[in-house]
Each structure stands twice: as structure tokens, then as C-alpha cells.
């Protein structure tokens, strides 16, 4: 079975400072992961993604995310914060060749403080 | 929230009643997926379907339906055999490639008087 861990239900930055939303995965196979950020009473807009290559992925809005398969994780950062980063964020994944589609995390509420 | 459109944004039944939540996109996705959100549990799959006229059932299907006659709408039904139904729902579309990423509607907030 996969599985999406965000250990963080609150992250809370002061504005300029970097930002860090923590995700972690459980697959048997390779994941293809996903960053996804939802403001109030709106559907999720996708922010980046992992299929492949680089580990290092970029995104919209200067958010970008690292995949880190020994500790399988797949943090989502940003170096800069702005007050309009604040929402939730969602990590899910999905793996190579599964019949099973996305699985998403709890989800983290970003708070960016002015 | 891209070409998918998700109507209505606030709806508002009795308990026993059926309720339609529709979902159209303009992508030309051939996939098309139903998810519930309930506060800190994050989003849930009730239904999937790859294909018109094909669908399965997600990790919570019990008391919803769906119907895919057409590549464009992806309805739900939420049945009175939905025990607690008060949720947020979202629609999603995507292509058939696994690695592809799956767009959201807007959501319906469906609650149960």
C-alpha cells in the first residue's frame, strides 16, 4: 500500500524568511510525487511535480521541492516567503505501473506572518 | 482551476434525499476522478474513471454513484445511503499517463440539514 505522511498540521514563517513543508512517502515501487496548495474554499492548484531526473524540482510561484529517495522524502520549499504563500498544502503520490491513483497527504496549513 | 467547472459551489439537502453534484471539463481528459475533503484528512478517492462508460470504485464509494456517458462530465450522485455526507468534494481530470497531474474543479460544500 503507498502512503503520504505531512507530520506538520502547522507551519508557521515570518515573511522573507525560507520555508519548509515537510513530506514523507511509503511505496513499493517508484513514486511519481506531487505538491498540490489549496486556498479557502477553493479546488487544488498544482505546484510541481517528481516523475523522474533531477532531483531538484521547480514549480510555480518560486516554490520548488526536493526528492530524497533514502529518506524518502519530498520536502516542498521556498526561499523566500511571501504573506500570500499562507494556505494548505497537500503532498501525494502515485506509483509507476499501479492500477491505484493519487494518495494524498493530511495536509499542512502554511501560515506566512507579516 | 482550469477548464473544469464544478456546479453547483454550495449546495444544501435534506437527510433521505438523493443529490447530483456535476462535474464538466474542457481538457479533453480522458480520465476524470471524484474526491471527498473532510478537515485534517485530506482528500479521498470515491470514484475514478479512465474512460467513457467505465468506471471503478475508489477507497469510500459506499453510498455514491457516478455515471460516464460523456468524455466531458463526470457526475456524482450522493445517495441517502451516505451516512454522513456534510463534505467538501472536489473533481479532478487528467490524461491516461500515469505520470500525468491531475487538474481540480473549484469543489461543491455539500451540506446535510
Known amino acids: 500500500a503507498q502512503s503520504v505522511a505531512q507530520p506538520e498540521d502547522q507551519v508557521n514563517v515570518a515573511e522573507g524568511n525560507p520555508l519548509t513543508v515537510k513530506c514523507t512517502y511509503s511505496v513499493s515501487g517508484n513514486p511519481y510525487l506531487f505538491w498540490y496548495v489549496q486556498y479557502p474554499n477553493r479546488g487544488l492548484q498544482f505546484l510541481l511535480k517528481y516523475i523522474t531526473g533531477d532531483n531538484l524540482v521547480k514549480g510555480s510561484y518560486g516554490f520548488e521541492a526536493e526528492f530524497n529517495k533514502s529518506q524518502t522524502s519530498f520536502h516542498l520549499k521556498k526561499p523566500s516567503a511571501l504573506v500570500s504563500d499562507s494556505a494548505l498544502y497537500f503532498c501525494a503520490v502515485r506509483v509507476s505501473g499501479s492500477a491505484r491513483q493519487l494518495t494524498f497527504g493530511s495536509g499542512t496549513q502554511l501560515t506566512v506572518l507579516p | 482551476d482550469g477548464g473544469i467547472t464544478q456546479s453547483p459551489k454550495y449546495l444544501f439537502r435534506k437527510e433521505g434525499q438523493n443529490v447530483t453534484l456535476s462535474c464538466e471539463q474542457n481538457l479533453n481528459h480522458d480520465a476524470m476522478y471524484w474526491y471527498r475533503q473532510d478537515p485534517g484528512q485530506g482528500l479521498r478517492l470515491i470514484y475514478y474513471s479512465q474512460i467513457v462508460n467505465d468506471f471503478q470504485k475508489g477507497d469510500i464509494a459506499e453510498g455514491y454513484s457516478v455515471s460516464r456517458e460523456k468524455k466531458e462530465s463526470f457526475p456524482l450522485t450522493v445517495t441517502s445511503a451516505q451516512k454522513n455526507p456534510t463534505a467538501f468534494y472536489l473533481c479532478?481530470?487528467?490524461?491516461?499517463?500515469?505520470?500525468?497531474?491531475?487538474?481540480f474543479g473549484p469543489g461543491t460544500r455539500l451540506t446535510v440539514l
Open positions: 479532478a481530470s487528467s490524461t491516461s499517463r500515469f505520470e500525468d497531474t491531475q487538474y
